[in-house]
């Protein structure tokens, strides 16, 4: 038992005078030739550890500049997103603002009308018919016959009125005309639909002086539309001395494909 108890004791003895060896040593110089070369030795170990740790580190803020990066671009996304629903919205305040103006001052140069404006809700899905489908109806005071304008110009006649809504007929639909003037020469016609191909003003007298560029207007015969109406202007000339009346292709002031707010004249002095 005392053999063990020495045996154990032994290696504590030998590291303790290895330490006091060592201590003592130091100051006078003579372990530092051991010290270089265990320095050398440990000097790619330790380089390997500097740049492990070094490398970890650079990582560790790598990813946590990302996720920051990450949450900003986030950020900015939602921000753009919100930033452009509200330029869309007031984008569409703008346009609805500008045709309200339009139909006030088309309201304030003609005080003889009786006006109600509408919305477009609905248009011929084939295009043969042309007409359009507006949100007011009989209960509004509507009625078949009543004339559809803009302030640029004339867009049709009411065809069928439903308690909420009525059918406008588009001056292009091939059942439309129009008793029209030459605003120059004062020549008549009528104006009549022609689907896809526009406006054609027949019965104009041969020696009726017409030219590309004169402006067409309603002449109020008949008492279905006001007159004085812009209806659009002279394209094209057709004569034929053969004819007794030469042919007017008319563009309209009106881009049917795009309507979205009428007026319905609902009384006016015929």
Same mark, same amino acid.
């Given at each position: 038992?005392?053999?063990l108890r020495?045996?154990s004791?032994?290696p504590a003895v030998?590291l303790l005078v290895?330490?006091?060896a060592?201590?003592?040593l130091r100051?006078?110089?003579y372990?530092?030739p051991?010290?270089d070369l265990?320095?050398s030795?440990?000097?790619p170990?330790?380089y390997?550890? %500097?740049w492990?740790s070094?490398?970890?580190?650079?990582? +560790?803020?790598?990813l946590?500049?990302l996720n920051s990066?990450q949450?900003?671009?986030?950020e900015l996304?939602?921000?753009v997103d @919100?930033?452009?629903?509200?330029?869309?919205?007031?984008r &569409?305040?703008e346009?609805e603002? +500008?045709?309200?103006? &339009?139909q !006030?001052?088309f309201?304030?140069? $003609?005080?003889s009308?009786?006006?109600?404006?509408a919305?477009?809700?609905?248009?011929?899905?084939?295009? !043969?018919?042309?007409y359009?489908?507006? %949100?007011?109806?009989t209960q509004?005071?509507i009625?078949?016959g009543?004339?559809v304008v803009?302030a @640029?110009? !004339?867009?049709g006649?009411i065809?069928t009125?439903y308690p909420?809504?009525?059918?406008?007929?588009?001056?292009?639909d091939?059942a439309?005309?129009v $008793? +029209?003037?030459?605003?120059s020469?004062r020549a008549t016609?009528?104006v009549?639909?022609?689907g896809q191909?526009? !406006?054609?003003?027949r019965?104009? &007298?041969?020696?009726?002086?017409?030219?590309?560029g %004169?402006?067409?207007?309603t002449?109020?015969?008949g008492?279905?539309f006001?007159?004085?109406r812009v209806?659009?202007?002279v394209?094209a000339?057709?004569? $034929?001395?053969?004819d007794?009346f030469q042919?007017v292709?008319v563009?309209?002031a009106v881009?049917?494909?795009?309507?979205?707010?009428?007026?319905?004249?609902?009384s006016f +002095?015929?």
């Amino acid at each position: 038992m005392s053999v063990l108890r020495n045996r154990s004791v032994t290696p504590a003895v030998s590291l303790l005078v290895g330490l006091l060896a060592i201590t003592l040593l130091r100051p006078t110089g003579y372990l530092q030739p051991v010290e270089d070369l265990v320095a050398s030795a440990l000097a790619p170990l330790q380089y390997s550890l %500097d740049w492990t740790s070094t490398r970890i580190t650079g990582w +560790a803020q790598t990813l946590k500049h990302l996720n920051s990066l990450q949450a900003r671009v986030r950020e900015l996304e939602e921000t753009v997103d @919100r930033l452009m629903v509200e330029n869309v919205r007031l984008r &569409e305040a703008e346009i609805e603002l +500008a045709n309200l103006r &339009e139909q !006030l001052q088309f309201k304030i140069a $003609n005080p003889s009308y009786e006006l109600l404006a509408a919305e477009v809700i609905g248009r011929d899905p084939s295009n !043969l018919l042309h007409y359009i489908i507006i %949100d007011r109806g009989t209960q509004d005071g509507i009625a078949i016959g009543m004339p559809v304008v803009t302030a @640029r110009g !004339l867009v049709g006649r009411i065809t069928t009125a439903y308690p909420h809504s009525a059918r406008v007929m588009l001056l292009t639909d091939l059942a439309s005309s129009v $008793n +029209a003037l030459i605003q120059s020469s004062r020549a008549t016609g009528v104006v009549q639909g022609q689907g896809q191909r526009g !406006l054609m003003m027949r019965y104009v &007298e041969q020696n009726e002086p017409v030219q590309v560029g %004169d402006i067409v207007l309603t002449s109020g015969l008949g008492g279905n539309f006001p007159k004085r109406r812009v209806i659009g202007q002279v394209t094209a000339v057709k004569r $034929n001395d053969m004819d007794m009346f030469q042919e007017v292709q008319v563009q309209s002031a009106v881009s049917f494909h795009r309507l979205e707010m009428v007026l319905v004249i609902q009384s006016f +002095a015929p």
